[in-house]
T-cell receptor, first 112, second 112 residues
């Protein structure tokens, strides 16, 4: 059982480039989330989804976009990368909030 | 609105000594409470959770936490720590099936 799989693990982007961070889960969870983690700041919610075709903004959505065409996949798109987007990105899923979340292993992104 | 405060950003503890990581939350309604652990270069893993019932919750790796409603606290404890407990620990709160909000984390340093 793979759980939540994130790719790539590491990436270096130049300012202004775009990329998609992939997230796939095989637990048939309806709820999926994208967080960014910066040192000493905890986790900030970027976007979330409560099911296929439904997405909503979190605390820090600017500069990002998401889509949820299937239950399994929840890609995060960065358009026009900026140094402020240098961070570690985590995808998570759950079948309901009270169950707690299952996290992927993260993508470490550096924008130079 | 709900929020979580982890009072210590870093906690150094000698190996085999007891440890307490402090967490306070604010909310006007009933909440679910969680502790997650993040080992170096990994994603977050659920340690334990409080949903209802007994205020003393036991989790994995010998950790436990006590819910104190009057003090709005959910402190994490372990009677004897090991080098392998070196990690960052996140307290989190969810207001009755709403999204989980994470604290900023506490780094646990185990001293030999």
């Amino acid at each position: 059982n793979a759980g939540v799989t994130q790719t790539p693990k590491f990436r270096i982007l130049k300012i202004g480039q775009s990329m998609t961070l992939q997230c796939t889960q095989d637990m048939n969870h309806n709820y999926m989330y994208w967080y960014r983690q910066d040192p000493g700041m905890g986790l900030k919610l970027i976007y979330y989804s409560v099911g296929a075709g439904i997405t909503d903004k979190g605390e820090v959505p600017n500069g990002y976009n998401v889509s949820r065409s299937t239950t399994e996949d929840f890609p995060l798109r960065l358009e026009l990368a900026a140094p402020s987007q240098t961070s570690v990105y985590f995808c998570a899923s759950s079948y309901q909030d009270r169950a707690g979340y299952t996290f992927g292993s993260g993508t470490r992104l550096t924008v130079v | 609105a709900q929020s979580v405060t982890q009072l210590d950003s870093q906690v150094p503890v000698f190996e085999e000594a007891p440890v307490e990581l402090r967490c306070n939350y604010s909310s006007s309604v009933s909440v679910y409470l969680f502790w997650y652990v993040q080992y170096p270069n990994q994603g977050l893993q659920l340690l334990l959770k409080y949903l209802s019932g007994s205020t003393l919750v036991k989790g994995i790796n010998g950790f436990e936490a006590e819910f104190n409603k009057s003090q709005t606290s959910f402190h994490l404890r372990k009677p004897s720590v090991h080098i392998s407990d070196t990690a960052e620990y996140f307290c989190a709160v969810s207001e009755f099936d709403d999204k989980i909000i994470f604290g900023k984390g506490t780094r646990l340093h185990i001293l030999p």
